[in-house]
């Protein structure tokens, strides 16, 4: 069974960075893209941006590009989500998953396994 920690969410101002973490601890996900996913009260759970096993591709939504990083560390099984300039539309929870393919990708259907998900508010 994978399974996958989400940590790191808070209330933020409009303008400030964050970073999400998401640990792999029984590391059994290293042959696996990861996701990170969000949802806002009332609304669909929504793509953010995925990075295949072994971080050489990595894709985003485009309401993120070029705001959001996703990297991962495979030394300790952790994939991050930098997120710059917040706002306040990217309060959510957001989630960790782990696909069951290798490659990155944005079809949330192959997304298995997920986290129990982190609060992001960010306050206008």
């Known amino acids: 069974q994978v399974q996958v920690e989400e940590s790191g969410g808070r209330l933020v101002q409009a303008g400030d960075s964050l970073t999400l973490s998401c640990v792999n601890a029984r590391r059994t996900a290293s042959n696996n893209g990861v996701g990170w996913f969000r949802q806002a009260p009332g609304k669909e759970r929504d793509f953010v941006a995925s990075?295949?096993?072994?971080?050489?591709?990595?894709i985003y939504d485009e309401s993120v590009k070029g705001r959001f990083t996703i990297s991962r560390d495979r030394v300790s099984s952790t994939v991050y989500l930098k997120m710059n300039d917040l706002k306040p539309d990217d309060t959510a929870v957001y989630y960790c998953a782990v696909s069951r393919l290798a490659a990155a990708t944005r079809d949330k259907s192959v997304y298995r396994y997920w986290g129990q998900g982190t609060q992001v508010t960010v306050s206008s």
């Open positions: 990075i295949s096993w072994n971080g050489g591709t990595t």
